[in-house]
């Protein structure tokens, strides 16, 4: 019998355990899974066979904080029992390991995550999902956190009948019982850890077919079945688009959408799997302002980008967030056309522009980059170097770099390599000047941006000094960005005609005049007719603000107006209304329970932070409130967790 040792860290970083990738080649890993939702418990039964690449006496799987049992090692149909002990981060297999030679492991365990995978209630009925970046897989699942190790996952999970059950790969069968049910999913090719996936909830899907044959499953909550156009609008056109854009074919079985409660960040790219934030879930309104179209081409960019091939260290993290910015922004291109663009490209270059000003830029290659670099400037480089060489070499050196490395890992060069195969060009350079300064090169930016008419006639418009000449612009036929930029420029320029413009021009003016003169009131009021959730929320902030006369009727008008998911309006109109002196007195202690309960747990973290804000802001914060407030200080959504504990330390020191 072959012994697992409880090792001490110290002991582990002696031995190395690092670059396992260099001895051992995990193969495949079939999981079966299951919750203990009321103790937050993940329970799980997995095997896993991997190659002997070195001989080696040691063998580990990244394992945080978990509980193994019945742990076996099966070699040539001999089954060796090992001893169920494992240090706090790994389970260590102690063996006589031969090169060449392939085992299989299996082994029980439970644990409760701390992170990676969250157990959140929506509308009181559970919901799970996972993020594995940045937070690792091996909280929730036995794994290998190292990237450089890819494996095909084979993922089985039982839970209650009525919930969707969602995971990488293609649903084979589900077996249905009494009271559960367990869904099987099969993945065929091998993928780095961090991108298993599972989301667990009550949905519907509506499925579309790519051009290519690929299913497309769109995840939605029953009541939000209005909501499923707007927020999944362009989805098909867009995996057509990129899949004929990139020159390779989609590489997964499927390709999956999942929105889920109080997520991370905007949407994370798991292996066929996106899941995002159900902030994104919008009406046709909402579209306008606020949509899933950006992050949803980026998520679908990355199925190539990060998951087909995959960076070997932070040092090649742009090859992931550059490549995913950039091919978005192509797709959103096909979508908006040439001057969106543009326009974004122009937006992207001002952000970098600042970070130098404000000296916190690195080189590309910094694996402690900010997000502006690896994902802005990481498109950035691919536009010029595309710019550079011209459309056909740029486009067979990305199909030749997918294909060359697809399910393994690259770096830096590989892309450059290729780049420089197709082109005939040294691009050593390039190189230098694009990946490895540390400024932003600016000026050839804005050279390579005035290619457009658009962005030459945007910048060549200067209307901060009063100027007829930019006055009758506002009413003439340019574009309404330049009629944006010219409004934001000199609000003074403003006239009635100036309200006759589409709506986000209107909306330009909304947010720009915030002093609001007399001869224009009739006008301004007009703008809370808008199908615009920001321009109406601000119109009325400001009406209100302006107008105090005429108060009630600018709350009357609004009163049914929700907004974005995050109740925008509303919110604003339920603290406008309860400080309106004469409003609907009777109604005041309604109002004052429904911001609050807003602040409670069973809203998504987006809603509770508006409400916190506001109640702050009237300081009128009572005890459930503050109880909420408490609450919040444990989130797991780190940037709700901090703005909490700020307003509660100011909140307390103010008293």
């Known amino acids: 019998m072959k012994n697992i040792y409880l090792l001490s860290l110290f002991f582990l970083s002696l031995v190395c355990f690092g670059q ?49 049992s019945n742990v076996s090692l099966l070699r040539n149909n ?10 706090k981060s790994k389970l260590i297999l102690r063996h006589k390991f031969k090169k060449g030679k392939q085992y299989t492991v299996t082994f029980n365990y439970n644990a409760i995550p701390k992170k990676a995978l969250y157990f959140v209630e929506r509308n009181g009925v559970p919901q799970i999902w996972t993020q594995g970046q940045g937070k690792y897989t091996s909280n929730w699942l036995p794994s290998i956190d190292d990237m450089n190790d890819k494996i095909e996952f084979d993922v089985s999970i039982t839970f209650d009948k009525g919930f969707e059950v969602i995971a990488n790969g293609n649903l084979t069968n589900t077996l249905v019982n009494d009271s559960t049910a367990t869904w099987h999913y099969n993945m065929q ?70 929105p889920v409660k109080d997520f991370l960040y905007a949407g994370m790219e798991n292996t066929s799997t996106t899941i995002f934030a159900d902030s994104f879930v919008i009406d046709s309104i909402a579209f306008v302002d606020k949509n899933y179209v950006n992050v949803n081409a980026h998520e679908l960019a990355h199925q190539w980008f990060g998951n087909l091939v995959t960076e070997t260290s932070g040092t090649h993290h742009w090859l992931q967030e550059g490549f995913a910015t950039y091919y ?5 291109k096909e979508v908006f056309g040439e001057d969106y663009y543009y326009r974004r490209l122009y937006e992207y270059a001002q952000e970098l522009q600042q970070q130098d000003k404000a000296k916190a830029s690195t080189s590309v290659l910094n694996p402690k980059a900010s997000s502006t670099t690896f994902y802005r400037r990481g498109a950035w480089v691919l536009h010029a170097l595309r710019e550079k060489v011209g459309d056909t070499a740029f486009k067979m050196a990305v199909k030749n770099y997918l294909l060359k490395h697809q399910y ?50 945007y910048l060549e418009v200067d209307c901060t000094a009063n100027d007829l000449k930019c006055t009758e612009l506002l009413t003439s036929n340019i574009s309404d960005e330049i009629k944006e930029k010219i409004i934001r420029e000199n609000p003074k320029l403003i006239t009635q005609n100036t309200f006759k413009n589409p709506l986000k021009v209107r909306q330009a003016i909304a947010q720009s005049l915030t002093d609001i003169p007399l001869e224009l009131k009739d006008d301004y009021e007009s703008l809370l007719n808008d199908e615009s959730y920001v321009t109406i929320e601000t119109a009325l902030f400001n009406l209100w603000q302006n107008f105090p006369k005429d108060r009630i009727k600018y709350l009357d008008k609004t009163k049914n107006v929700v907004g974005f998911q995050n109740k925008n309006v509303r919110m604003l109109w339920l603290t406008l209304a309860l400080v309106t002196d004469g409003f ?34 009237i300081q009128a914060c009572g005890a459930d409130c503050k109880e909420h407030l408490q609450q919040a200080k444990t989130h797991h959504n780190w940037r709700f967790k901090s703005f909490a504990t700020k307003l509660l330390k100011s909140s307390l020191s103010a008293e």
């Open 78 to 87: 001999k089954q060796n029992l090992l001893k169920d002990e494992n240090s």
């Open 408 to 457: 393994k890992n690259v770096e830096t060069k590989d892309f450059i390599s290729e780049v420089e195969n197709t082109s005939k060009q040294n691009l050593n350079t390039f190189v230098e000047t694009w990946l490895k300064r540390e400024v932003f090169n600016f000026e050839e930016a804005l050279q390579l941006l005035k290619k457009s008419a658009f962005i030459k006639d």
């Open 189 to 258: 090719k091998p993928m780095t850890s961090y991108l298993v996936a599972l989301a667990i909830g009550k949905y519907s899907k509506k499925v579309e077919i790519s051009k290519s044959g690929i299913p497309l499953e769109m995840y939605y909550y029953p009541e939000d079945s209005l909501k499923f156009e707007p927020t999944y609008r362009y989805s098909k056109q867009m995996f057509d688009f990129l899949e004929e854009e990139i020159g390779v074919p989609y590489p997964w079985q499927n390709y999956k959408q999942i």
């Open 584 to 617: 609907e007195t009777e109604n005041k202690k309604q109002y004052f329970e429904e911001l609050t309960n807003y602040t409670s747990p069973k809203y998504g973290f987006e809603v509770r932070q508006n409400a916190f804000q506001y109640l702050n802001e």
């Open 328 to 332: 978005a922004l192509l797709a959103e």
């Open 20 to 68: 396992q990738t260099d001895s051992v080649d995990f193969k495949t890993c079939k999981a079966s899974i299951s919750f203990n939702v009321a103790k937050k418990k993940v329970i799980g039964k997995v095997e896993y066979t991997f190659k002997i690449l070195k001989q080696t006496d040691s063998v580990y799987l990244d394992a945080q904080n978990m509980q193994f």
